[in-house]
Structure formats: C-alpha cells, structure tokens
C-alpha cells in the first residue's frame, strides 16, 4: 500500500507537469477584449468607452518613454485603461508578424516602421484603414499633418498608420575643421564633394566622410542623394536604379566612403558611424536627424560642441532630402474594440500630446506644433531651421515602396557596395539589380 | 487491480512527457517546416499558401547567393573545426599534466564558452574596429600594417574563424581531457622501457588512443559550427556584400527579411538533410576505425 502511495505521487506530478505544458500552449489565444459591462459606466455619455481596455505595443523609443507618463492622465479622461508592451525594434516586427499571422486581436494599436514593413501589414490585410475615423472630428484636424509624413503611411491610397515620429536626412559636419580650413558650409553636392577632398587628411586621423556603409542601412540615406540628382528606385510600376543620375547618385556616394571615408566602413551603419563621427575623426557625415543625441550629447561625443547642421546638399534636381514617417501608430485590423482604439490613437496624435513627445525630442508630423516656439524646444536652436527646411521640399519614401522591402534593400544597396569595393564597370552591377527590383516589383502586383 | 496496470506501464508514464516534448517541440516543426517548403507563403491572413511544388529548391538550386552561402559555410566550418581540434588537442595535453594553480587556469580557460554569444559578438565587433579597435592596436604596436578584419570581404571569414575558435576551443579541449584520463598507463611504461621519445609517445600511443574521442569532439562541434548563426549575425550580418552569408543566415534572411517562408523552409531542408549525411558519414567512419583498431 504505502508503495503504491508514491506510485501515485509520482503520476500525479506528471500529470500535473503534462496539464501543464497542455494549459500553457492554450492559453496562447487568450485576448484581453470588452471587460465592460452594460450599464455599470455612470457617466456613459461622457465616457462611452468607460471600462474597456486596449493593448498597445511600442518599440524601445523614445516616444514610448514619453508617452507612458502621460497615459494614466487618458486613462482618465476616457476610462479606456491602456496595456503597454515595449520591444527592440527587430524583434517588434517579428512579434507583430508572428501574432498578425495567428489572426490575434491583440494588441489593439500597435507602433510600426510605415515604410519597412507597412506595405506588408497592409498588403496581409493586419491594418485596419482608418481614412474614416481620421475625418470623423474637425478638432483633430488631419490636414494639419505634413503631406510627405501622410504620404509615408499611405499604401494603395488608404491611410494605414498616424505618424508619431518623422525624419529627415541632414548633413552633419564639424564647425571647427570648416573654419580653420577656411571652407562654407556645402550647399551642393559638388561642393560637398570638393570639401571632403581638403579636409581629409587620414595621416592625422582626420576621414572626409562617413555615412552608412553597411548593404542594408545605408540604402535609406543614399536615398537623397539619388532624389537630388533627379533618380528615384523606381518610376511608375518600373524599376529606375539604373538610370544616369541613379548610377551618378550610388558612384558619388559609394566613391565618398571608398576614397574618404575611415576604414571599415563597409561593415558601418549609423551607431559605428556616428560614433566615428562623434570620436571627432570625420569631417562630414550624412544622415537621419533623428539620431543627432548621439553626436551633441558631451557623455557620448568628443565633439559635441562643433557640431554643425545643414540641410542636405543640392544636387541637379535641387536639395531633396527625404522626409518621411519613420514611426508611425496603427490598428489591428481584428481589434475587438476599435472605436476605443482609435480614441487612443486620436489622443496620442492630437494637438496637444504630440506638443508633449516633441518637447521631449520626438520630431513629431504636425505643423502646427513646429510652428509653435515651445514645438522646438526638444532640439538644439541650430537644427529647428534646418529641420523645417527640409520638410518643406522632402520626398515621402527613403527606400523602395514595396511589399518585400528587405530585399529590395539588398538588391539596391550591393550597387554601392560594389562601388565601395573597387568594382568599376557599376552600369552593369545597376543593369542586374535593376532586374532584381523589377522582378520583385512585378511579383508585389501578383498579391 | 489499477495499480499494477500503473506498475506494469510505469515505464512509458515516466517518459511520456518526454515523448510528448519532443513529439511537440521537435518532430512537429520538422514535418511541418518540410511541408511548408513545398508552398509559396509570405503569412498573408488573406492570401493562404500556394503550393508550388519541387519550385522553391529549383529557384535555390539556380541562385547563385545559395551555393555562395554554402561555400561560405564550408570555408568557415573546415578552417574552424581544423583549428579548434589542433588547439584544442594541445590544451588539453597541456592541461592534463599537474602544475600549480591548474584548478584556476581550467576555470579561467573555459569562460569564453559560457559567455552570451551575442554580447561577445559586439565585444569582438568592437575588438575588430579598423581605427579605434584593440586588433589593430596590438598589430600597429609590433610594428605590423592594419587590417580591415570584418569590413573586408576576404578577412571577414579569418576573422570570424578567430572568434568561434576563442569561444569553442574550450569545448573541444574538455572532451578530449576527459578521453586523455581513461588512457591506461601501462603502454607509456612499455614505450619508457623500449627508449621511446616524448614525440614517438604522442604519435604511436596518445594519439591512436585518442582518436575515438577526438571523432566524438569532432562530431560534436561539426553540427554547431554548420550551424554557426548568432556571432556573424551579431558582428556582419552576412555582410560586407554577402561575404560572410552563410547557409543558416540566408535562411534567416530570406524567412524573416524577405518573408519568404516558403523558400527559407526549403533551404532548412536542404541544410537539414546536409548537416544530417555529414553526421552520418561522421559516425559510419568512426564505426569503421573502431573496427579497424
């Protein structure tokens, strides 16, 4: 008897080991919908959606850092009580895409990159359109958001997303080697170009430029290049990286880094360039305003008093940098309680609350804020002209607006990479990346 | 009368959790990886998944990026287990004979294996830095040129075989200690009679007693090394210019980059089935010497 005793012990716990196992994968499905209950919201006119509770996923930003402060004060106002979840970027997307694919309702509201996986979520039928609910209240006006900053988070003429964070690409360059070398601040490409060549002087560690180099990152910052010469990715349902001016735009930026760029920066994306930058070993430097903490901030630069701002060089076509959505906020499709979403993200993206997140440095898309004084405090006084200008005459895209993005990335950016490497017939490395984009292109129309 | 039925099937009760898990967790995401590599799927909610038959290893087999990751998995695999055996074989002699402190140095030696790959990978990635890099530093201060090390599309490999080494030799020089303390005593007795030298002794008696373990090391880290994902990740990404792809960071690319489900699924199968024959062939040979020696 007592030894069956422990027989039965040791089956039950193994037992309760499998239910266990069992109940875990179950409970994978369990979504955190509609806990209101009719008629228990004394004020339900003034808080319809009392009660109800969405979940919001951010990435590692800083937006979600200055937005979770000011949740309990919506929480509120509205009774609607906000879950919030924060990943690192990449492995936000593959989260999304994990729990998208299930056909999750949750999270409700989520962050996203509009231009790198946008199209996809769209395409997957995981983003709710929110054109309708974006017009339903004239005090949230909507034409108060910057054309280009919209036109980033638009897929096939449907607003897909609300922009919280916008970027532009600015020159960067170092205010003491431009005086002492007797040199203005570049305003074309051309003169971009002569002065990189006089201060690049490697023998006292001092590079003439640096951006990034890796295949991947940098096909979103040679984008300007390839706007101001007059080149696109693509032109209609065509692929346009083989063109004159895209070819010239790739030869110039690749012919830079290989000739005057540090060592390395082949395997360079921005964190090690802007860290190059900011050792105060490099001149010039191209990239997105948003990450100019890294280059101001004393506890991380050697330089952070020299550093300059410009807007990007002009090439034949003008100056044109990109200007786009870089985050933006979007709903799940299969949400279980829109409405209450879109109050969330109506707060989130109103007047007020993005006056707060730019404050704290979030370069937000409504111009009514950046006209504001206060709307510029976040960002040092030398960068605020230089940001309004160059969202003025920006382009809404910095890669090519496709479902495959990623891919389209690698086909575009082993162009400069070849460049970078020494290769110097670059019309035909275009000619079969060209191919390549083409046929991704060609297969987007397929779905 | 229930409790014998317990008594007599104890047996699969106690493992049945076991089976389950492996059933669960391992045998399902096979199968189920094997079929998908017969569709087309991007995990589109609207559009379902298109069978496309053998499509997907033809369009593989004809892509020049596939047989470019697997020489590059080769190159990285050969020179990696090649150095790590020889390193490895020599740490562990070194290591089994008694000086002092040995207890320290064993422990010291071996933290390079339980450290987080990823971490060490930006450590390493750091150490690599052509202009501020510690390499560099310590190449310039002997009076040698710097290199580019991982910015290099030919130094990239060499240098990331440098990395696994540091980390996996360890592994390696533990295994074969612990085949080094089963060798009996009395052949070297025997050779110390006949006049033989401490290089005839490693050759003619360490070396051929060694040989099963060195296979079983050999194995062991063959199938990780193939499979060597997080440090190039973590450093290259596959770059520069696709350089230092290898078979498992394209699958990678083209599942989670490129979501092509479809064709990521089916280079796993044909990595799967790569990794497996070589496995295969590993133990067929060690069988093989056993029952030769």
């Known amino acids: 008897m007592k030894q069956s005793f422990k027989q039965w012990i040791g089956v039950g716990a193994t037992v309760m080991m499998a239910a266990t196992v069992v109940a875990g994968c179950g409970g994978a499905n369990n979504t955190t919908q509609e806990t209101a209950e009719p008629g228990t919201s004394p004020a339900a006119d003034a808080k319809p959606f009392a009660g109800k509770t969405i979940s919001l996923v951010t990435a590692n930003h800083p937006w979600a850092d200055a937005i979770k402060p000011l949740l309990p004060d919506f929480e509120k106002e509205t009774g609607i009580k906000v879950k919030v979840e924060s990943f690192f970027e990449d492995q936000l997307t593959q989260k999304l895409t994990v729990q998208f694919t299930s056909g999750s309702a949750t999270p409700d509201v989520f962050m996203y990159r509009p231009l790198q996986e946008g199209k996809l979520f769209f395409k997957n039928g995981w983003i709710q359109p929110l054109d309708d609910y974006s017009k339903m209240d004239a005090d949230y006006d909507f034409n108060d958001f910057s054309k280009s900053a919209i036109g980033s988070t638009t897929v096939d003429a449907k607003l897909a997303g609300i922009p919280i964070i916008t970027e532009q690409e600015i020159l960067y360059y170092r205010k003491d080697l431009l005086e002492k070398a007797g040199i203005s601040v570049p305003k074309t490409i051309d003169d971009l170009v002569a002065a990189v060549k006089k201060l690049h002087d490697p023998k006292n560690d001092i590079y003439g430029f640096v951006a990034r180099g890796q295949r991947s990152p940098l096909v979103t910052q040679v984008s300007s290049f390839l706007y101001s010469e007059g080149a696109d990715f693509t032109n209609g349902d065509k692929a346009a990286i083989n063109t004159p001016e895209a070819v010239k735009a790739f030869t110039t930026y690749g012919t830079l880094l290989k000739d005057y760029g540090p060592p390395g920066v082949l395997n360079m994306s921005w964190p090690q360039a802007i860290g190059i930058f900011a050792q105060g070993k490099v001149a010039f430097y191209t990239d997105a305003n948003s990450i100019y903490k890294n280059a101001t901030d004393p506890s991380k630069s050697q330089v952070a008093d020299k550093v300059g701002f410009a807007v990007f060089p002009a090439g034949k076509a003008g100056s044109k940098p990109y200007n786009i959505t870089s985050w933006g906020l979007a709903m799940n499709s299969q949400s279980g309680s829109k409405d209450a979403t879109w109050e969330f993200i109506k707060w989130a993206t109103g007047k007020e609350i993005v006056l707060k997140t730019q404050q704290k440095g979030n370069p937000g898309a409504r111009a009514s804020v950046w006209d504001k004084p206060e709307g510029a405090t976040g960002f040092p006084a030398e960068m605020v002209p230089v940001i309004k200008e160059s969202a003025k005459g920006g382009v809404d895209h910095d890669r090519p607006t496709v479902i495959s993005v990623g891919e389209a990335r690698d086909a575009v950016g082993e162009i400069v990479q070849k460049v970078m490497t020494g290769e110097t017939n670059i019309q035909a490395v275009a000619d079969k990346a060209n191919q390549a984009l083409q046929a991704i292109m060609d297969k987007d129309k397929t779905k | ?293």
């Not at chain 2, 020489?71 to 070194?94: D, H, R, Y």
């Not at chain 2, 390499?135 to 090390?149: F, H, R, T």
């Not at chain 2, 009395?186 to 006949?194: L, T």
């Not at chain 2, 040989?211 to 997080?230: E, G, H, Q, S, W």
């Open chain 2, 1 to 293: 009368m229930q409790y014998s039925w317990f008594n007599r099937n104890l047996k699969w009760i106690y493992t049945l959790p076991a089976v389950c898990f492996v059933l669960i967790m391992m045998l399902f995401p096979i199968i189920y990886t094997f079929r998908i590599s017969f569709y087309e799927w991007s995990m589109s909610a609207t559009s379902p998944p298109v069978w496309v038959g053998l499509d997907n290893y033809i369009a593989l087999l004809k892509d020049e990026r596939f047989w470019h990751a697997t020489g590059s998995t080769f190159l990285f695999t050969i020179m990696a287990l090649a150095l790590e055996i020889a390193l490895g074989v020599a740490i562990a002699l070194l290591l089994s004979r008694e000086f002092k402190g040995k207890n320290i140095v064993k422990t010291v030696f071996l933290l390079p294996m339980v450290a987080t790959p990823v971490a060490m990978g930006l450590v390493w990635m750091l150490i690599y830095e052509p202009t501020i890099g510690a390499a560099n530093m310590m190449l310039k201060s002997m009076g040698l040129q710097p290199l580019l090390w991982l910015a290099s599309p030919n130094q990239v490999i060499p240098s990331l075989v440098i990395v696994d080494v540091w980390q996996w030799t360890p592994m390696i020089a533990l295994i074969i200690m612990a085949g080094l303390a089963t060798i009996p005593t009395d052949p070297y007795e025997a050779a110390d009679v006949d006049g033989a030298s401490a290089w005839t002794k490693f050759v003619s008696i360490t070396l051929p007693l060694l040989r099963p373990t060195i296979i079983v090391a050999a194995m062991l880290r063959l199938i990780d090394v193939l499979k060597t994902f997080d440090i190039i990740y973590a450093t290259t990404q596959g770059g520069p210019n696709f350089a230092s792809e290898t078979l498992n960071l394209y699958g990678y690319v083209l599942g989670f980059q490129y979501f092509k489900l479809g064709m990521a699924s089916s280079l796993l199968v044909l990595f799967f089935a790569l990794v497996m024959g070589l496995t295969l062939f590993m133990i067929w040979m060690r069988k093989r010497l056993e029952g030769a020696s």
